[in-house]
């Protein structure tokens, strides 16, 4: 693993000599004659490995590394002196150095020692990602299950944890795609080994391709060392693909033979690698529409889709609504020390408000109101305007669920739907995501109210109806 290195030697030739030595190695190496100048590097630009003489005028190497671990604590050093002694390297050590080099050394006794440091550092970040991944685990019993609904999920992930199967949790964003995941892998017999997490929305596709399947040296500009991937980081345990519905065609072509053979390429490199993964995947698309545009393939889809797992949004299970308030605000109370309650209005609107952030949205709202109380009673003035009007963000005051005279909620909802259908021409899958519900919850809903399936006089079904 390539080292960002700031050399400090007060003779300018020597760091140079050194510089070269340790940049064919792999190591990004800036120097400095000066203390004051190696301190300013380190943090203005951070640095892995300080390699430092030890006698300098005006600041000795055990000053220099003691104000460096000021700005960078987990900064290694490594001391360098002519003049070395038992008593020397050993105050050294003491007060932290990663190593010592006696002047004069041999190149391959500097690159023996700072290979070192590279591979304690890579270990220390194994361990790291590990604790991370052991402390994610207790996030299942953030799960909040009250609702029939949500109980068929959880049961749904119980069955599905105990396999290695690969799962696509499909839902709107918000919903809890990531705490199910979590709820998967801690639940099954991987759970002792790493997960690893990506959304695949957020990074271009050449940075994306880079950090599933890692890159060899000089396979890019900038790419300084060869680096693995999250895919080989998590070998033996799980990979989480959020948002996988977001992949360009060339990854889904690359996460296909993975999924097929346990085989990838690095970017860069002709070797050809093999991991043993559980993959998780989750998105928030319509793939099955996507397989229809061309955008996603199909083998791809039903290598993912074994197990299937549908969460419903939050307006579908007003039952988990006063859990999630309860669960939310008792851990601002564990957090914070912050020990608040919501007055009935301000509890009756974030009951009737139909949350189209789902789970996110009504965390966030529940943190609002908090920093907004005067007191230890959440009012209605303190949750965000969107949930105190009842409209969400960029929602028109008045939309056609607006009540007529006379109409019952039924009415409403009845007329509703009626009017989503007919501005789709009766194609239930976009009628169904204009009105954010699931298509299987649109037809429940044009069953209750006896909304034909077809438009009236029309003999043929528009495609995607049933």
Known sequence: MGLRIVLLDDEPKMGKILRRVLEREGHSVRTATEPAAALEAIEREGADLLLTDLKMPGMDGLEVMRRARERVPDLDVIMMTAYATAETAVEAMKQGAADYLIKPFANEE??????????????????????DSLESQAAPRDI????????????????????????????????????????????????????VKINCGALPETLLESELFGHTRGAFTGAIETRKGLFEQADGGTIFLDEVGELSPALQVKLLRVLQSGEFQRVGDAQTFRVDVRVIAATHRVLEEMIEEGTFRSDLYYRLNVVPIEIPPLRERPEDVPALIDHFLARIRRRDGQVVNLAPAAFDR?????????IRELENALEHACVMCDGNTIEVRDLPQSVQHGVAPGQAAAETAAPRGGETLEDIERRVLIEALEATGYNHTRAARKLGITRRTLGYRMDKYRIPRRAPNRGEPTQGEA
């Open 350 to 358: 974030l009951l009737r408000y139909h949350w189209p952030g789902n």
């Open 110 to 131: 500097l690159i023996m020692v700072v290979a070192r440091v590279a591979e304690t550092r890579g270990l220390r970040a194994e361990n790291r990602q590990l604790k």
């Open 144 to 195: 909040v299950a009250v609702s029939p609904a949500m109980r068929e999920v959880m049961t749904r992930v119980r069955k599905v944890a105990a396999s290695n199967v690969s799962v696509l949790l499909r839902g709107e964003s918000g919903t809890g795609k990531e705490v199910l995941a979590l709820a998967i892998h801690a639940g099954g017999p991987r759970r002792d080994k790493p997960l």
